[in-house]
């Protein structure tokens, strides 16, 4: 078996309109040496998603903000990174979105999840009702940290998630 390195990053980037904010953000990321970000709060629309994918970025998957001004989530992952995409789910309100990848010959679910504010509970059951359906080898989630931990499929054996502002090295045993 071989470990191979994947750098994640989970960033709340409260708004990605303004030019200037969306290059510093994607001038950070490779920096950081990361293979795969989860981005909360683009505030980005469909049409203006797409300016994600850009140098670095060899696919950027996005749940679109429905008016500009809150939500939006991205998965953006980098050139290089040996994956196929599977297939891809978001909900309407620009809060998750899932895909499924193969990457390094393991299959993969991934996410970017931006919880609302207040009672979560319709929240976490959509999140868990992707999570039963999964037939993943690996579940790798980003987002707003803790609230994850009580979630409902806390039984997952090969949940792996990723905090807000915090960079993790997940190993994958191939």
Known sequence: MVGLRLG?????VNGLNSF????KILTYLPS???DVAFLQETHLTALESDK????WVVE???SPSLDGRKNGVALLIRKGVPFQLLDSWM???GRM??????????KWLMGSLYAPPGDKSAFLAEIDRYLICCTADKVLLGGCGTWFLTGPRTDLGTL???SEGIRINTYIHT
Request: aromatic share 8%.
């Open 8 to 12: 994640c990053v989970s960033l709340n």
């Open 20 to 23: 200037v904010k969306r290059k």
């Open 32 to 34: 950081k040496k990361t």
């Open 52 to 55: 994600l994918k850009r140098d």
């Open 60 to 62: 950027s998957l996005y």
């Open 91 to 93: 909900d309407l309100e």
């Open 97 to 106: 979105i899932f895909v499924s990848v193969h990457l390094y010959s393991v």
């Open 160 to 162: 792996a998630l990723v």
